[in-house]
Structure formats: C-alpha cells, structure tokens
C-alpha cells in the first residue's frame, strides 16, 4: 500500500516535521476538493517512490487553518515543497507525476 | 498489440464515447487526463442534466458515467498524453510510461479555463486568483471578492462564492451579460453581487506581498480608473481548447478548436473529435455526452469499414 507512506500533518506537527532534516512535501488538500481527490493518487506514488528521501505530508486545510494561512494558500490543491524548513518550490493546482518528479529530483541529492 | 479504439479524455464526451464504444464490443482504451472528468468536475448541482429533475452534483454525474461505461469494459487508464502520431497506421499515442496504438482515436481533450493575461495573475494564482469557485470559494469566508465575466460560468461562480464572501463584484467589460435569463435572474436578485459594467482589469495587487488585496479597474466609457479592495479573484471570461497535441496536424478555426465534419470526423480519417475541444458554441455537458456519443458511432462504423452511404443503397437494394 501506497498510503501508508504519505505523513498526516496537522497545525501542531508542521514545524518539526519540515525542520526534520529530510526534504518535505506538502499536500494541502480537502474532501469537497475534486482536482485534490484527482492528485491524491499521485501524491501517494511519490511517497512510494520517494520513500526516504522525501518525507510526502498531506494537510486538510479544514482541520488545519493557520498553516494555509501562513503560506497565503488561497487555492488547493496547492503543493510545497520545504528544505531544511524552508519553503522552496510551489505547485498550484495539478501536476503530473513527471513533472513532479523533475521537481523532486532538483531537491534530493 | 492495436486497440480498436483510443480516447483521449475523461469528462462527458470520453465518458459517452467509452460507453457507446464498450458497448460496441471495442473495448475501449480511455486515457484520463490531467483534470480528469473534465471540468464537471468543478461545477457544484447540475440543474439540466435531463433525467434528474431535482439537479445532480457534477462530480457525482461523472463518478456514474465513468462506472457505466466500466461496466460494458471499458479500461480507462490514469495518466496524460505526451504526443500523438497521426501519420503513422495505428495511430501511435504516446503517454509518459508508454505508447499505444489503435485504429481509430477519439478526441475528448476539453477545454481550459482561460486567464486574462496580466503579468500580476499568474503569480497570484492559488493566492487569491482562481479559476475555480468549487475549489478555492472556501478560503474567502467573509472576505470581498471579484468575479471576471459575464457568462453563464461568471454568474455561476458568483452565485456560488456569495455562501462564502461577504460581498461579490462582477467585473465585465460590456454593458450586458452573455449569461442565460435564468442566471442573469438569480444573479440580479442576489443583494451580495453587485456589478461593474464596461469595465476592464488593469491590474491584480499585490505581487510583492504574495497575496490579493486589489484589483484595479477601468470603465471603458468614463476613463475612471478605481482600484477595489478584494482578497479574491475569480477569473470565468472563458476556455481554451486543448489542442496543442494535435496543432499542424488537425483542422482548427482561429482559437485553436478542432474543425468537425459530417458528425465527429476531422481532417484525418479514423480520427473523430467531440466535447468541447471542437465546440465554443453550445459546451454543455448534454452536448458533450452527444457529440461523445456521435464519434463512437462514427469511429464504429469505420472500424466496420463500411462508408454509410453504400450501407444506404444496399439498404435501398433490400426493400
């Protein structure tokens, strides 16, 4: 299973999971979201395929408030991608996994 | 291996094509794309879907097309594609994992919702600027907001973000609306929209900051130029076909829409088109599932390699 790969972040794990070292992803995403639902799958790809280089994190931004907010998120689904804490890249909308991956792969050594 | 039949896409007219062509015993290769199920898929109640006399959601429509036409076998497969060969027989369709090739190919690419164009607006897309009320009405709780437009999708947009905003400004360059009566209707009755006629954007603020605070306006009558405080920008003054796969090797008129004769077929025989991507006039989801419906025919009747005007005569011949 893919799923089990992508980390559930929430308001309160933010800060330490993107301080952690390894490169983050970010997914912030919601239920009545369809282009979210249509990334979802792609999102638990990479955290397959990224496994230990990159930590895959989805965020609801319904349960979630101040993090979207602390970025300007006024769209999902909307991508992050943090480094050593800080934010580097940022995907709005979709994407597909091959671009994506060209993302991912300027950030993992 | 050559599949009898290709389609490219996955909102009404894919959805209908893969049915008709699944029941035809094609068993047809449907390749989803991007935005998969088109743009129902942002839309909230459909209310002229016919069959549904109470509306039914967009995304719920496409769920129960996509699942019909899986149950007459058709194999619909996640993914976009990355260039098509139209030369060659098969027709070789190329996707990032891979390629197929098939007989016939069915065009159901859609269209995307076009951007004004400023330098300001794509920088603050996702931050303020959208094209998709469903998606994004949610983080304007309260907020002012803008809507760009004067059609059916602009009203619909509008309508749907006042739940959210406190407060909804249609921005439209001309005096009157190119929406239906009924959307005109509700939109003018609604007490959060108000609107500004004759008017221009010239500019979304602010780059700098990030985020939208402004948008700044001007009425082509008077010359005023105004700048309204909004933290939203819903821009609905459109589409843009997908064509971009197909360009030198297809028909299309000047804005880049696939050119449809005698049904669905296009300038390539054995390639037929439906759905918006060869329609910038009717573009609703009936329409599409129409058109969707028309090329399967069409691409089943070229795979039967029978032209249909001798499948007249020899019925004349019978009777």
Not at chain 2, 21 to 44: C, F, H, S, W, Y
Not at chain 2, 104 to 132: D, F, N, Q, W
Not at chain 2, 193 to 212: P, R, S, Y
């Amino acid at each position: 299973m893919a799923s089990d790969k992508v980390t559930i972040l929430t308001d309160g794990t933010f800060e330490q999971t993107i301080n952690a070292g390894t490169p983050v992803l970010v997914d912030f995403w919601a239920e009545w979201c369809g282009p979210c639902r249509r990334l979802a799958p792609t999102v638990e790809e990479l955290a397959n395929d990224y496994n230990g280089k990159v930590v895959v994190a989805k965020m609801n931004v319904d349960e979630n408030p101040s993090t979207p907010m602390r970025f300007s998120i006024r769209g999902i689904p909307t991508l992050l991608l943090f480094k050593g804490g800080q934010l580097v890249e940022q995907v709005v909308g979709l994407a597909d996994k091959d671009s994506l991956k060209k993302m991912l792969d300027k950030h993992v050594a | 291996m050559s599949r009898n039949v290709i389609i490219i896409g996955s909102g009404p007219a894919g959805l209908t094509s893969a049915l008709y062509t699944a029941r035809a015993n094609l068993k047809p290769l449907v390749i989803e794309g991007l935005d998969a199920g088109g743009q129902l898929m942002l839309t909230t109640l459909v209310e002229n879907w016919p069959g549904h006399k109470d509306g039914v959601m967009g995304p719920d429509l496409i769920t129960e097309m996509r699942a019909q036409a899986e149950r007459f076998g058709a194999e619909i497969v996640r993914g976009n594609v990355v260039s098509v060969d139209l030369q060659s027989r098969p027709f070789r369709v190329t996707m990032s994992d891979g390629a197929h090739e098939c007989e016939t190919l069915i065009i159901a690419t859609g269209a995307t919702a076009r951007l004004l164009g400023l330098p300001s607006e794509r920088p603050l897309l996702g931050h303020g600027v959208s094209t998709c009320a469903t998606c994004d009405g949610y983080f304007f709780r309260g907020k002012p907001i803008a809507v760009i437009g004067g059609g059916d999708t602009a009203m619909e947009e509008a309508l749907y973000l006042t739940r959210f905003a406190s407060h909804v400004t249609v921005i439209h360059r001309r005096d009157t609306l190119r929406a239906s009566k009924v959307m005109q209707d509700k939109a003018f009755a609604n007490p959060k929209i108000t609107f500004e006629w004759n008017t221009e954007v010239e500019e979304m603020t602010d780059v700098a900051k990030g985020e939208v605070d402004g948008i700044r306006i001007r009425n082509s009558k008077t010359g005023e130029v105004k700048t309204i405080p909004v933290e939203g920008i819903f821009v609905a003054i459109g589409h843009t076909p997908n064509t971009s796969l197909f360009s030198g090797r297809l028909e299309m008129d000047a804005n880049g829409y696939l050119i449809t004769h005698s049904g669905s077929k296009t300038n390539i025989p054995g390639v037929f088109a439906c759905g918006d991507v060869q329609d910038h006039i009717y573009r609703q989801a009936i329409t599409a599932a129409g058109s969707g419906c028309m090329a399967a025919i069409d691409a089943e009747k070229y795979l039967e390699g029978v032209p249909q005007h001798i499948g007249e005569v020899q019925e004349e011949m019978r009777s």
